[in-house]
């Protein structure tokens, strides 16, 4: 039990197809975050919201869309998507930052959901 | 900018040998450094973390770290290695004297021990 939950793990879609990846934190956090994991590649970090605001949008392409509707909950939803895009796609918490703060807390990352684009 | 290398892809070690997965980092502040391991098909899961005070750092699963300001690294070791060890293992920094600076991964080590 890692405090983040990810669901689905495991996820097969047609490039036409809209699906949504869902993160739950139970640890108390304010600040999530999405990282693209590829064979072979650095971690990416797609996504950073900060007390539901979006921090960070590291150049992802628009067919990603992150949602954060409350600190516990955040959402990519997948849209017209390429085989490119196949990964594994990681949800993190950590502490949030306060305006004039730089918190120490570490990352905690959910199991990962495994995303195949035919 | 931040950055971290991890300069080996691959590190193997037998069963009860010390081991070492090195970390340099360069950062334009101060670090915060951590270190993450990742099971297959799972996520990375949080090893140890250098904020500030001692230089060696103890964490988890008999895990350590030492922070060497003066050479900029931060290299994980374990005095006696299990096979259940093997795994893939993420060195992080995080720019403390930038407020927003995110965290930065190296791209992994795979450490192997083998029986």
């Known amino acids: 039990e890692t405090g983040v939950t990810q669901t689905p793990r495991h996820l097969v879609m047609g490039m036409t197809n809209k699906k949504s990846l869902k993160c739950e934190q139970h640890?108390?956090?304010?600040?999530m975050y999405w990282y693209k994991q590829s064979a072979k590649k650095p971690l990416e970090l797609m996504f950073v919201?900060?007390?539901?605001?979006?921090?960070e949008n590291n150049s992802v392409p628009s067919r990603f869309s992150p949602e954060c509707p409350n600190s516990s909950h955040l959402f990519l939803h997948l849209h017209t998507l390429q085989p490119e895009d196949s990964a594994l796609y990681l949800c993190?918490?950590?502490?949030?930052?306060?305006?004039?703060?730089?918190?120490?807390?570490?990352?905690?990352f959910g199991e990962g959901s495994r995303l195949t684009v035919l | 900018a931040q950055s971290v290398a991890q300069p080996e892809d691959q590190v193997n070690v037998a069963e009860g040998n010390p081991l070492t997965v090195k970390c340099t980092y360069s950062?334009?502040?101060?670090?915060?450094l951590f270190w993450y391991v990742q099971y297959p098909n799972r996520g990375l899961q949080f090893l140890l973390k250098?904020?500030?005070?001692?230089?060696l750092v103890k964490g988890s699963y008999g895990f350590e770290a030492e922070f060497n300001k003066s050479q900029t690294s931060f290299h994980l070791k374990k005095p006696s290695a299990l096979v259940s060890d093997s795994a893939l293992y993420f060195c992080?920094?995080?720019?403390?004297?930038?407020?927003?600076?995110?965290?930065?991964f190296g791209p992994g080590t795979r450490l192997s021990v083998l029986p």
């Open positions: 993190a918490s950590s502490q949030g930052e306060a305006s004039g703060g730089l918190n120490t807390g570490e990352l905690f």
């Open positions: 640890l108390g956090h304010n600040a």
């Open positions: 919201y900060n007390f539901k605001e979006q921090t």
């Open positions: 950062v334009s502040g101060n670090p915060y």
């Open positions: 250098y904020i500030t005070g001692d230089n």
């Open positions: 992080a920094v995080r720019d403390r004297d930038n407020y927003g600076q995110n965290f930065v």
